[in-house]
């Protein structure tokens, strides 16, 4: 958990939203009350003027209560005089930053300064969301401006989520996730966690998990260009909506192959993940032998994270009953490898 202590409420509800990207924020108000003792939080941010001393107390009884020194402390600074710098560093504050620094710079710096990882399991996990969901927002951004993805940057999301799931179980990395509240961002760290725990359990060599992981974590890119009014629509798409979410699939095959750099299993991920064995998928209506290994293993991924996702508006499915959708789905899924996930996701 990231904490937040602000007294400039226009400011944090797009800064809470960003550092809620790299752990849950909690936010919390110069005039708030904080609770006796805040477990497991990774850093905290204020962004008070500390020359009111209102906010300097607050900020010294937060701090306090998140366990003091071993909670990294990033200051966005009302002003750098001297005065300022002096309360910032007698507060222990590891990073002082002039208060109009882009939140964007703000949370990079945040992901820089979390508590060390060797501080346990939780933080390994957390560290490994994080980074990996760095990742994955600077892809999506890419795709959504029109900027070109860099195939390089995405690397940088692969060991950290194979070393979390390794070190901290399917479980762990299943709950940390699952408290982001963008479904996109959250879909795209779900399906990773699951195709990385599954290549684990399948066995596969260093180098196969990180083409598996790689294109796991691109397989939605192309949701990046569906209007949000149809991508965050709770129930039912109508005909029309549907199409334009389908075309998300052959929209990412495009977005990848005109960035160039990526191999040919991850573009076949990305444009397949919505292909069945009976023909009846999307968007090339590929079916049997057709479809590739790689192609299945990230779609039954897929179809289990779409499952036990939370959504505000429904409640998140078990993973007993997601796997028995799953095995229902004989002569569209491999029931083989569907077999093989239900173990890998069940921990046997
Ligand atoms: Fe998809
Ligand atoms: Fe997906």
């Not at 509800?13 to 003792?37: D, K, M, N, Y």
């Not at 939605?220 to 129930?235: E, Q, S, T, Y």
């Not at 028995?324 to 029931?335: E, H």
Request: charged share 20%; glycine share 10%; aromatic share 4%.
């Amino acid at each position: 958990m990231l904490l937040l202590l602000t007294d400039r409420p226009d400011r944090t509800v797009a800064l809470a939203q960003l550092l809620e990207q790299i752990a849950p924020c909690r936010v919390s108000t110069v005039q708030g009350r904080f609770p006796g003792r805040i477990e497991g939080a990774l850093g905290l941010v204020a962004d008070v003027d500390l020359l009111q001393p209102e906010a300097a107390r607050s900020l010294r009884t937060l701090r306090g209560a998140a366990g003091g020194a071993r909670t990294p402390l990033i200051c966005l600074m009302r002003s750098m005089g001297e005065r300022s710098l002096a309360e910032a560093r007698s507060q222990g504050a590891e990073l002082c930053l002039p208060g109009d620094t882009p939140i964007r710079t703000v949370a990079q710096a945040v992901l820089a300064h979390l508590r060390p990882a060797s501080t346990g399991i939780e933080a390994v996990v957390a560290r490994g969301a994080a980074e990996t969901g760095t990742v994955i927002t600077g892809l999506l951004d890419a795709a959504r401006n029109g900027e070109l993805v860099r195939a390089e940057a995405i690397d940088a999301g692969l060991t950290p989520v194979l070393t979390a799931v390794e070190t901290g179980g399917l479980d762990r990395w299943l709950a940390t996730v699952r408290s982001y509240d963008d479904a996109t961002y959250q879909h795209c760290l779900l399906v990773t966690g699951l195709a990385a725990t599954f290549a684990i359990d399948l066995g596969f060599s260093e180098r196969d998990r990180q083409q598996i992981v790689r294109a796991a974590l691109v397989h939605d890119v192309g949701k990046a260009r569906i209007p949000l009014d149809v991508l965050n629509k709770p129930g039912r798409l109508d005909p029309a909506e549907q199409a334009v979410m389908r075309s998300h699939a052959a929209v990412g095959h495009r977005i990848l192959v005109e960035a160039g750099g990526f191999d040919d299993l991850t573009l076949d991920v990305v444009r397949h993940h919505h292909e069945v064995l009976d023909g009846s998928g999307y968007p090339d209506g590929l079916a049997g032998s057709a479809i590739s290994d790689p192609v299945r293993l990230v779609t039954i991924c897929d179809i289990y994270a779409a499952l036990v996702e939370s959504r505000p508006y429904r409640a998140p499915m078990p993973s007993g009953e997601a796997v028995d959708v799953l095995l229902g789905m004989a002569g569209k899924l491999d029931m083989v490898l569907v077999h093989a996930f239900a173990r890998s996701v069940s921990g046997t």
